[in-house]
């Protein structure tokens, strides 16, 4: 089992940035995948970035691709999300999320392919 927690969010102007951390506790986490996704007010969860166990792949949502990095420190147990260049429509609650799946091809991007989450946590950019 695996337990993930957001780091805090926050209040941040447009062309801001914004880095997120989820810390991870339980067995396992260095082996599985691990995603970002956000939902915004009145919308569905959506997928924003994903990284392989190892972190030497990662796939991101158009819309915030050449913004956003995720990345991984497996000997920390942290996953992380760089957000640069906010803009309002990223204000969100964002969510950190582990998969112990593997599908040939898969970019871990459908909320099916994952059995943990954290709580989420707000993200607010202001124009």
């Known amino acids: 089992q695996v337990q993930l927690a957001e780091s805090a969010g926050g209040l941040v102007e447009a062309g801001g940035s914004l880095r997120l951390s989820c810390a991870a506790s339980g067995r396992g986490f260095s082996s599985f995948a691990g995603g970002w996704f956000r939902q915004a007010a009145g919308k569905e969860r959506e997928f924003v970035a994903s990284?392989?166990?190892?972190?030497?792949?990662?796939y991101y949502e158009d819309s915030v691709k050449g913004r956003f990095t995720i990345s991984r420190d497996n000997a920390k147990n942290t996953l992380n999300l760089q957000m640069n260049n906010l803009k309002p429509e990223d204000t969100a609650v964002y969510y950190c999320?582990?998969?112990?799946?593997?599908?040939?091809?898969?970019?871990?991007?459908?909320?099916?392919?994952?059995?943990?989450w954290g709580q989420g946590t707000q993200v607010t950019v202001s124009s």
């Open positions: 999320a582990a998969s112990n799946r593997y599908a040939y091809g898969s970019t871990w991007s459908a909320e099916s392919e994952y059995q943990f």
């Open positions: 990284i392989t166990w190892s972190g030497d792949k990662t």
